[in-house]
């Protein structure tokens, strides 16, 4: 067994669930391979997550070829400030990044991005206008104006188009939360690999804000994520993979993908107190009012 050979199948779920948030753009494989996985093991929905505006074109042409594909369109925060300052990509974004970054940058140059990102977002199999948000750990100071006004106007958009935000926070919770109340949150908004900690949690279930758990939530360290996942309401829980990233635990460090979510699923119903069928109900119910499907 090597720490790169991808895990095994887990037992399948009773209960058909979906990948809140995935990218089978950056997995190996092909998508039909990914689904057929997945499936295998009762994860019969994914929502598949772009970064810029060709990942974003990629999402919404996979949504529309695969009925269990839905997409989510939008410029990563750590997207953004490349955009402005007009980098080719790589230099601050890690395994974000992509080549052919747009040459130019500045101000006219998000702007376009963001009118393709609105473009998009208008299409019916498109459910999602995210990731978007803040990210303190990729991007430094000189990237936090891009940020938040990239932000503010995928809020915009996904209110515009009555679709779900999906929120990508890192590092940066009390400005995302000061920035939805601000700016008026839409009616449905994901916090994606939910990262805050129990005091976080309340906030988000009292401005009913669903949180998505990702594969982090098994690691030993995460403890301040388990205690956030007790005291969440069951009705506002979702899972996800994020894969590549993420691996659950004991594949922590091997290739994530959909078909991983029972092993997180099932972590995640430990620390709820429920049985697995009714943590799967739940997070199925809460996946399909999320993204509207
Ligand atoms: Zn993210
Ligand atoms: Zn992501």
Same mark, same amino acid.
């Given at each position: ?6 895990? #095994?199948?887990?037992? #399948?779920?009773?209960? #058909?669930?979906?990948?809140?948030h995935?990218?089978?753009?950056? =997995? ?21 997550v772009?970064c810029d ?21 939008a410029l990563h925060p750590n997207e953004a400030p490349r955009i402005v300052h007009?980098? =080719?990509?790589?230099a601050s974004g890690g395994d974000r990044s ?32 995210g990731e978007t948000g803040l990210d303190y750990f990729r991007t430094g100071p000189e990237g936090m104006a891009a940020q938040e006004e990239s932000f503010?106007?995928h ?11 999906v929120i990508h926070d890192r590092e940066a919770h009390a400005d995302v939360l000061?920035i ?11 916090f994606h690999c939910y990262s805050g ?25 995460? =403890? ?18 994020d894969?590549?990233f993420l ?7 091997? #290739? ?15 620390? =709820? ?21």
């Amino acid at each position: 067994m090597s720490r790169t050979e991808a895990p #095994p199948l887990p037992e #399948p779920l009773r209960v #058909p669930v979906a990948d809140a948030h995935t990218h089978l753009d950056m =997995q190996d494989g092909t998508v039909e391979e990914a689904l057929a996985r997945a499936a295998a093991v009762n994860v019969t929905t994914v929502i598949q997550v772009g970064c810029d505006v060709k990942g974003s074109h990629w999402a919404a042409e996979t949504a529309a070829a695969h009925a269990s594909v839905y997409a989510a369109v939008a410029l990563h925060p750590n997207e953004a400030p490349r955009i402005v300052h007009g980098d =080719q990509g790589g230099a601050s974004g890690g395994d974000r990044s992509r080549p052919g970054g747009r040459e130019g940058g500045g101000a006219a140059a998000l702007h376009e991005a963001l009118a393709e990102i609105d473009a998009l977002a208008a299409l019916d199999h498109v459910r999602a206008v995210g990731e978007t948000g803040l990210d303190y750990f990729r991007t430094g100071p000189e990237g936090m104006a891009a940020q938040e006004e990239s932000f503010r106007a995928h809020i915009e958009i996904a209110k515009r188009h009555g679709k779900a935000l999906v929120i990508h926070d890192r590092e940066a919770h009390a400005d995302v939360l000061r920035i939805l109340a601000d700016a008026g949150a839409p009616e449905r908004t994901v916090f994606h690999c939910y990262s805050g900690d129990a005091d976080m949690a309340r906030v988000c279930a009292d401005a009913g804000y669903f949180m998505s758990f990702a594969g982090n939530m098994t690691f030993k360290n995460a =403890q301040p994520l388990r205690d956030a996942l007790a005291v969440a309401p069951r009705e506002l829980v979702l899972v996800e993979t994020d894969a590549p990233f993420l691996t659950p635990a004991p594949y922590r460090g091997r #290739p994530n993908a959909p078909y991983l979510i029972p092993v997180t699923l099932r972590a995640m119903a430990a620390v =709820q107190g429920v049985d697995e069928d009714t943590m799967a109900s739940a997070i199925a119910d809460n996946t399909a009012r999320a993204f509207d499907y």
